[in-house]
């Protein structure tokens, strides 16, 4: 019966060491899925950020070779001197 008793107990012990190294390489694998998951998303991020200065740049040069017609060159003529117009008063007011 102790015999019994023994080898169960030594079916149990090596069940345990068996679940403890697999337990042990499941942290390990969570850790380096954790690391690259840091890593692709620090890409991801890197990435949206280059497609975004690469849309503004399509946008500007969009708007640089877009044909304007007269009416549309006048209004942004007009625009443009405003904008001069009010940046000459700001600085009259720093000088005073």
Known sequence: MNDTI????KNIQTKLQ?????????VKENEQLKKQLAENSLQATTKQQQVQALQQ???ILKMGTAA????DKAA???KIDLYIKEIDR???MLNI
């Open 18 to 26: 068996q679940m403890l190294k697999q337990y042990r390489l499941v």
């Open 76 to 78: 942004l003529e007009k």
């Open 90 to 92: 700001c600085l009259l």
């Open 68 to 71: 304007f017609d007269s009416k």
């Open 6 to 9: 023994d080898n169960q107990l």
């Open 57 to 59: 740049q399509v946008d």
